[in-house]
């Protein structure tokens, strides 16, 4: 069975990783916590296509990856792809993010998604993004997922990321409809 490293240093990522790509013909494997990427690209695909390349090269294995971040249109689309960077714990992030919307109305957003596979090589043999729209709540609401879940409402669904059974969330999300796209294609690889 073929390996597939996960390249990831987000728990709550990683634990979504596992969701979508168990019972498939790869073996997963989590990347070496020292091998950290600079995410230098200007785009979500760029990144992620980095992010693939770099440890699938230095590993000399598959490796997959996902680039995600929060675009909140009231604030030109910021954090966007600084997300992760908006502050030093989910905590701060949120609370950051709630301080910069203060007294704004305007509260939509999107959750965007991009991932890329690379082959051992580094070269880029699959890639696939997801957006989610919604809205940044008012004050976090509800336990579960990660990251800026507990801010982000789906109207749709009348609940917030973190409300969602994973289930949900992993079907309706950013990353759920990246996955949709790139499954089919990574059950066609030839290695
Ligand atoms: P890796 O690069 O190691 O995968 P990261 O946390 O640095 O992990 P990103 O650069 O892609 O990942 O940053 C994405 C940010 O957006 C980060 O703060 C995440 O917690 C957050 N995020 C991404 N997907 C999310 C989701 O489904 N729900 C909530 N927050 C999410």
Redesign the pocket.
Known sequence: MPRLILA???P??LKEFQAYLTGNAWELALKPTELEIE?TGTTFLENACL?AAQVAKTLGEWAI??????SVDALGGAPGLY??RYGRS?AE?IARLLQALEGEENRTAQ?V?AIAVARPDGSIALQAEGICPGTITYEATGMG?????PI?YVPEYGMT?AEMPPDLKHRI???GKAFAALLPQLAEIDF
Do not use: M, P, Q, V
């Open positions: 990831t240093s987000n709550g990522k995410e992010k990856a996902d680039d995600s971040g929060l997300s992760a989910d992030r959750f998604c997922g990660f990251g800026y879940d982000f990321y999300s950013h990353r």
